[in-house]
Nanobody, 127 residues
């Protein structure tokens, strides 16, 4: 069944903003960490931001620090990604991911850490 559903993608001019949403259902609502990844054509999937559900602690990829913000609404089982000062290099498919276990070793942005994935929402930033 569908576990994570992203929405909010679209096309925007450089310098603009978008807010992505990720709604969790089923087993995915037990995720202890939620994250956003993105993937541009021909490139590997990269971590954008992560939030620890119980405390709200966050991590960000270096390329988005100071421009993007991850947040959550626990009542709605929804995670958001506010993206400001968008650049053409932010273009890609954005995926929501959920991780069940509350611990991990190594970097937060390893794709293999996450148990649930959404289908993705496309973000296109025109120059």
């Amino acid at each position: 069944q569908v576990q994570l559903v992203e929405s909010g993608g679209g096309s925007v001019q450089a310098g603009g903003s978008l807010r992505l949403s990720c709604a969790a259902s089923g087993d995915a609502i037990r995720s202890t960490y939620m994250a956003w990844f993105r993937q541009a054509p021909g490139k590997e999937r990269e971590g954008v931001a992560q939030v620890f559900i119980s405390t709200g602690a966050t991590n960000y990829g270096d390329s988005v620090k100071g421009r993007f913000a991850i947040s959550q609404d626990t009542a709605k089982k929804t995670v958001y990604l506010q993206m400001n000062s968008l650049r053409p290099e932010d273009t890609g498919m954005y995926y929501c991911a959920g991780k069940l276990l509350e611990w991990y070793a190594g970097s937060w942005d390893r794709v293999a850490l996450y148990d649930y994935w959404g289908q993705g929402t496309q973000v296109t930033v025109a120059s």
